[in-house]
């Protein structure tokens, strides 16, 4: 009798556990918190300012001289391409980024049509491209060309770029 009991109870507690649902918070449930969270947020925000703010948290920016400027810092290297390239400088205005090799060299390639001569491809340890339109090692002739390109654009570009990228 106590053996039919402990059995009966033990698959009571089986068939429970596999027919009520869980109490547990999933990946899912915390997915949909944050989206609701995330949309509360930028209820009250246009276009214009999310774009803003998502830019903001996508690049650091750094005070130069009084001014805002976005400035990162990464360690990259200068892809090798024909005709060959020197190597790029300390401070790059990165006007695009890619995961793919063919699409950043689509836009270099566009760069140079619009005589930008002094453009590079770069790449990152995460095989990240990046089409920089102009290779320095001053800051301020970055900054220069940045404001430059921010005000005539070679391409379009998708934020959040153009950013002055900062070779360690």
Request: proline share 6%; aromatic share 8%; with cysteine.
């Amino acid at each position: 009798m106590k053996k039919t009991l402990s059995t009966l109870a033990l698959l009571t507690a089986v068939l429970l556990t596999g027919l009520l649902p869980s109490c547990k918070t999933s990946e899912e449930n915390y997915k949909k918190a944050y989206l609701t969270a995330i949309e509360k947020r930028d209820e009250s925000y246009t276009d214009e300012e999310i774009d803003l703010m998502t830019r903001e948290e996508a690049i650091p920016r750094a005070v130069y001289k009084g001014d805002s400027i976005p400035l990162k810092g990464v360690y990259v290297n200068t892809v090798k391409l024909d005709p060959p390239v020197a190597a790029c400088k300390r401070f790059n205005v990165i006007v695009a980024t890619f995961k793919q090799r063919f699409n950043a060299q689509s836009v270099l390639g566009r760069l140079r049509k619009a005589d930008y001569t002094d453009c590079r491809l770069l790449i990152d340890k995460d095989e990240t491209y990046y089409v920089a339109a102009y290779t320095t090692d001053t800051l301020d002739r970055a900054v220069e060309m940045l404001r430059h390109i921010e005000k005539n654009p070679p391409l379009q570009m998708k934020s959040p770029c153009p950013y002055i990228l900062r070779k360690p």
